[in-house]
């Protein structure tokens, strides 16, 4: 919706500061008991969600200057929903997430945005991908040598989308290509969209450029469709949150699996040995794209409504995206499945996870807020006397690899694939 159409939520808004807040009753300490990492530290209400819905208001009536400082704080939000779940606890008329998203997407329409999305933008224009400096004929380079089929010639049981991260860097390539043994090991019939195989966008939206994510969204389903693509798995949170909610909301009808959701699945059915032992302790970093922003859409046409000119509702109920149905089972599953892997868990867990920095377009536009709040998560994660931090999003994990404490410090990070892929004996420790 454009920001316009939020403008009753602005009004509405009681000022109770909940999404600043991990919901007190699942708080456990004062020092991890924040959630929105932006007003945390910048320290300004505006930074809020309460506050932001206040700038959008003041943006709509025209009170605010057309000035950068405007730009740089509506671009300061990571888009990563802990407001918003936060918010839901007490509240069911207000959507901070969609509002700030509709902000950031008016702030583009009016020309503030950050220099260094710029060469993200562009890239994604002219090469369909959000890492600048790659090419697009260079995307399926992975994919070389392992037999995949091309689903627009002959059918396969699942579609494998691996991402931008996951396609281009080198460092994740193999990885890559493990998981694709994998799955083929275990019996999976695989295909992949070959030179059709493009960015989701997703990030593109997060970042406020709203029209190239639709472009991208469009061109997917068109290819999907065409292809006549019934199941997807994809290794990329935000590629999964994507495909879940935007391409849904869109009109896509096929399944849609993150990597741990399918392989958790076959471990489950036998289908999937994991022999090998590894002794570790680990704490598992929930993504804010695979967990509270990985539930699944659900269609709604209606309207709002008051009883009694009053209480804000709607006719017919509306969905609620509260992130307690997001994909949190299937990664501790599968590290508990592993022998020797040893879970315990942070303070702020499941849809209450503080995020790890790397989203919303923050990592590249504010590097010291963005590194600040990955330094959050890693100081959080040491407090559990774990070995090392799991996650399942390569965005999380580069951000958080490159991270330290409060003190300084370096902890370790893995993805889950890493650890099954060694577990499965497809990799040396």
């Known amino acids: 919706m454009p920001l316009q159409d939020y403008r009753p939520m602005m009004e509405r808004c009681s000022n109770c500061l909940n999404c600043r807040w991990v919901p007190f009753d699942k708080l456990k300490s004062l020092r991890f008991g924040e959630n929105c990492p932006s007003v945390c530290y910048y320290g300004f ?17 025209g009170e605010v200057d057309e000035s950068e400082a405007v730009g740089d704080i509506i671009h300061s939000c990571l888009a990563c929903g802990a407001c918003d779940v936060s918010c839901k606890v007490c509240r069911y008329n207000l959507e901070p997430l969609a509002h700030n998203l509709a902000l950031k997407e008016e702030a583009v329409s009016r020309g503030w945005v950050k220099p260094a999305h710029r060469a993200i933008m562009e890239g994604l224009r002219t090469e369909q991908t959000m890492l600048p400096g790659r090419r697009k004929a260079d995307r399926t380079a992975w994919q070389e040598g392992l037999g995949l089929k091309d689903v627009f010639q002959e059918k ?9 991260k996951y396609a281009y860097e080198e460092d994740l390539r193999e990885k890559t290509r493990g998981m694709v043994r994998l799955l083929k090991k275990a019996g999976v019939d695989l295909g992949v969209l070959g030179s059709a195989e493009a960015c ?12 190239e994510a639709r472009e991208r969204v469009a061109a997917n389903c068109r290819a999907c469709g065409k292809a006549g693509v019934t199941t997807v798995v994809t290794p990329c949170a935000d590629c999964l949150h994507a495909f879940k909610r935007q391409y849904a909301e ?3 009808t096929f399944e849609v ?31 804010c794209k695979l967990g509270r ?28 995206y509260n992130g307690a149905y997001g994909v949190y089972d299937a990664p501790r599953r599968l590290l508990e499945a592993i022998d020797g892997v040893r879970l ?15 989203s919303g377009g923050c990592e590249a536009a504010e590097p010291e807020f963005s ?29 958080l690899g490159t991270a330290v404490d409060e003190n300084g410090d370096a902890m370790p990070v893995v993805d889950i694939v890493d650890l099954v892929l060694q577990a499965a004996g497809e990799v040396q420790a």
């Open 293 to 320: 922003q990985g539930e699944p859409y659900e269609a709604w046409n209606g309207v709002e409504k008051k009883i009694r000119n009053q209480i804000h509702t709607w006719d017919p109920k509306r969905p609620r």
């Open 371 to 399: 590194a600040w709040t990955a330094s959050e998560r890693v100081t959080e994660a040491r407090a559990t006397g774990a070995a090392a931090i799991a996650t399942a999003c390569p965005w999380c994990k580069g951000r």
């Open 45 to 61: 209400g505006t930074y809020s969600a309460r506050g932001r819905f206040q700038l959008g208001q003041s943006v709509l009536d």
């Open 200 to 211: 989701c966008g997703g990030r593109a939206a997060d970042m406020g450029y709203a029209d």
């Open 344 to 358: 315990v868990e942070m303070e702020r867990i499941r849809e209450y996870s503080w995020c790890c920095g790397a």
């Open 257 to 287: 699996l993150h990597v741990t959701e399918y392989l958790e699945r076959l471990v489950a059915t036998g289908a999937l040995a994991l022999p090998g032992r590894i002794p570790m302790t680990v704490t598992y970093h929930d993504p």
């Open 250 to 252: 869109a009109g896509a």
């Open 156 to 164: 396969a049981e699942v579609l494998f989308f691996p991402g931008c």
